[in-house]
């Protein structure tokens, strides 16, 4: 019987995917597996993701990376959560905090028990009782595990990050585990009789290059999954309206914000994203409601510091590949599909697609029931992720533009509305099948953006009233003293992990 293994791995495309899959794959595969990257000069990466969510690390330490070293190598800071302005109705904010918010008790979540003392009179924030929350705003970052000699859990973070140095960090970690680039630009992809795999690509240089497996990480244009395989995208507009982004960098200020923002406007919104050497910004907006001359100006008169560049555009189409993975062609990254960065979830589903490559590889006949568990698995999570960044857009109350109305009064997903519904009745959620955001964050987008449940869980009146004030208020005072003991973030940076000047 032939050898069928994988021995020729073929990723098409560089940037943020491209590396991340080199740089996995070179870990894991071993060195009896050939991994070549072709990419060209000439083709600009989109490269505008630079916040990342906390499973990030999870990535980190499969490559075993420092963590100081990474963060010094990438201008990046230390990333708690998104902050929302604007959003529910002009004037309020609120932030979506990594971690955990205050403390379960039994088998009843805590937020039920701040909803009675809510439901009370009582006045305080679900916020009050998360330290991810009371760290950010207060500009204070530090690895902490826990929270003293408690059971509480400590801060939960993330990264922000300059995407270019990201690629070339994770280029130099994949090239000295033996993956070879190779730079040209495809001209033509040969596919083979009788099953229709991709057999080879031709470079304009005339080189041809073969593999038995191929990760298309082309961009929007999907080189591979859809130019040569004609997979198919599913359009999901109607639902995330915003089709176009403009993206410049601005000078850095103080303080040195651990966390995130995102700013809506009339017809769309801006992100600040802070780095150790400038602030990445950015709009997202839907054409249909606002011209790229007037979000361009919005953009640059919303600016923290003095602009370095001029706003760069981009276009998009917010949905999905039919197929994620079809013959012996795996898409990551933008050729696999997109939905706009209100989440920090792009680069998150690169590393998603590739753990899951990794636990389903194939041999060379790439079997259909392994396709269609990949397949199954993958749609699963970006509907579940498309789900969370509707209800941001339903769940507002805003009727200043003819935007926000149109986003108020749109049919959503039935997943979504019942989740919606669910929460609203009596505040029950809960996390489905490869659902990336747990139900502390479900929670807080859903509060934040002022749905409010009607009651809370019967089992939460088990505590006296004297009972329940005097857990709210120790675990208030104890995150508190936490919080405040830590270092500012830019100190943090300044003693463990600060960048050399560019």
Known sequence: MSDQRIRQVIIVGGGTAGWMAAATLAKTLGPSVAIRLIESDEIATVGVGEATIPQ???????LGLDEDEFVRETQGTFKLGIEFVDWGRPGDRYLHAFGAVGHDLGQIPFHHYWLRHRQAGGDTRLWDYSLNDMSAHAGRFGRLATVGETRLPGLAYAFHFDAALYARYLRKYAEQRG????????????????DGFVASVTLESGEVIGGDLFIDCSGFRGLLIEGALKTGYEDWSHWLPCDR?????????????????????SAGWQWRIPLQHRTGNGMVYCSRHLGDDEAAATLLA???GEALADPRPLKFVTGRRRKFWNRNVVALGLASGFMEPLESTSIHLIQSGLSRLLSLFPDKRCDPVVIDEYNRQAGIEFERIRDFLILHYKATTRTDTPFWRECAA???????ARKIDLFRNAGRLYREDEDLFAEVSWLQVLLGQGINPTTHHPLADGLTDEQLGGFLSDLRQILGRAAGALPAHADFITRHCKAPPL
Request: proline letters at 9%; zero cysteines.
């Open 56 to 62: 990030i690390k999870l990535f980190n330490g499969v």
């Open 179 to 194: 993956v070879v680039r190779t730079e040209g630009k495809i001209q033509q992809v040969t596919l083979r009789e009788p």
């Open 245 to 265: 982004a403009l993206a410049v960098p601005s000078a850095r200020t103080e303080p040195l914000l651990p966390y995130t923002r995102s700013t809506a406007h």
């Open 302 to 304: 919303n600016l923290d």
């Open 410 to 416: 749109m049919e959503i997903p039935e997943t979504l």
